[in-house]
T-cell receptor, first 110, second 116 residues
Framework: EDQVTQSPEALRLQEGESSSLNCSYT??????LFWYRQDPGKGPEFLFT?????EEKEKERLKATLTKKESFLHITAPKPEDSATYLC???????????WGAGTKLIIKP | GAGVSQSPSNKVTEKGKDVELRCDPI?????LYWYRQRLGQGLEFLIY????????KSGLPSDRFSAERTGESVSTLTIQRTQQEDSAVYLC??????????????FGEGSRLTVL
């Protein structure tokens, strides 16, 4: 069964304290792995797509990496405005649907 | 509008009542998705439209749930005889075509449904 697990459920950091969020997946043939950001009361907002192991994507203070079993979202020197829930989703070769993780709630304290 | 629009943003209803949720996708987006998001859980796929047809209704939890789309535009999700377990945020998303290359879906802000 295709599955996505995100950890930790919540992460509290001080402003400027770098860290990583994890997305582990099992899927029968990965078509793509996607990261989204969700602010309270809003819909998810697309961040990155990763297609193959070893691929990396960057956007401002965020960098996403991919291996054959997991993806990491690295956040460097975060700011309070980076506080949000970060969602990971995978798409299998055999199915166009996205399988979503439960998300990691990131809180950056000033 | 420029983004996906959903209404109502909040709906409180009594158990057993019917509710209708509306989604207005980005103009020109042929693919439209409905998801359900319960607190602390991942997005749960409900139904997918390509144009006005729904090739995949596999996520609808029961026959109390139905959806339609007209004019390759507005979609409505109807929940009949609501139950307390239907309480959740219902998210609509659209994309230019069937989710293929980029994984980029454009989401509305959701409709929060509370069934008393």
């Amino acid at each position: 069964e295709d599955q996505v697990t995100q950890s930790p459920e919540a992460l509290r950091l001080q402003e400027g304290e770098s860290s990583s969020l994890n997305c582990s997946y099992t899927v029968s043939g990965l078509r793509g792995l996607f990261w989204y950001r969700q602010d309270p009361g809003k819909g998810p907002e697309f961040l990155f797509t990763l297609y193959s192991a070893g691929e990396e994507k960057e956007k401002e203070r965020l960098k996403a990496t991919l291996t054959k079993k997991e993806s990491f979202l690295h956040i460097t020197a975060p700011k309070p405005e980076d506080s949000a829930t970060y969602l990971c989703a995978v798409q299998a070769d055999s199915n166009y649907q996205l399988i979503w993780g439960a998300g990691t709630k990131l809180i950056i304290k000033p | 509008g420029a983004g996906v629009s959903q209404s109502p943003s909040n709906k409180v209803t009594e158990k057993g009542k019917d509710v209708e949720l509306r989604c207005d996708p980005i103009s020109g987006h042929t693919a439209l998705y409905w998801y359900r998001q319960r607190l602390g859980q991942g997005l749960e796929f409900l139904i997918y439209f390509q144009g006005n047809s729904a090739p995949d209704k596999s996520g609808l939890p029961s026959d109390r749930f139905s959806a339609e789309r007209t004019g390759e535009s507005v979609s409505t999700l109807t929940i009949q005889r609501t139950q307390q377990e239907d309480s959740a945020v219902y998210l609509c998303a659209s994309s230019r075509a069937q989710l293929l290359n980029t994984g980029e879906l454009f989401f509305g802000e959701g409709s929060r449904l509370t069934v008393l």
